[in-house]
């Protein structure tokens, strides 16, 4: 069983920054590939950004490349996703996922757990 719980979203202006959190309920969080996901309005869920397991490696989706930045803290039980110089178009529902017990490879495939999700609204 694992539980997710997302935090740190809000309303802010293009250009600002946000860091959203994810707090895990698991025993061995090192164990899973984590990542972020997003809805906007009217759209579908979209990747957004993945940590691999024990924090060895990154990947992101191209339109948040360079601005956005995903870590985790394995101590805590909870990865981050920093979001600098954001824009009006990265509004939206941001999602933490983990990847599950059975590994889909890099960058993961498929994730077994979700968040419930926390609104980012961006303004320009």
């Known amino acids: 069983q694992v539980q997710l719980v997302e935090s740190g979203g809000g309303l802010v202006q293009a250009g600002d920054s946000l860091r959203l959190s994810c707090a895990a309920s698991v025993r061995t969080f090192s164990a899973y590939a984590m990542g972020w996901f997003r809805q906007a309005p009217g759209k579908e869920r979209d990747f957004v950004a993945a940590?691999?397991?024990?924090?060895?490696?990154?990947d992101y989706a191209d339109s948040v490349k360079g601005r956005f930045t995903i870590s985790r803290d394995n101590a805590k039980n909870t990865v981050y996703l920093q979001m600098n110089s954001l824009k009006p178009e990265d509004t939206a529902v941001y999602y933490c996922a983990a990847e599950g017990v059975y590994r889909s490879g890099w960058p993961p495939k498929q994730y077994d757990y979700w968040g419930q999700g926390t609104q980012v609204t961006v303004s320009s």
């Open positions: 940590i691999s397991r024990y924090s060895g490696s990154l």
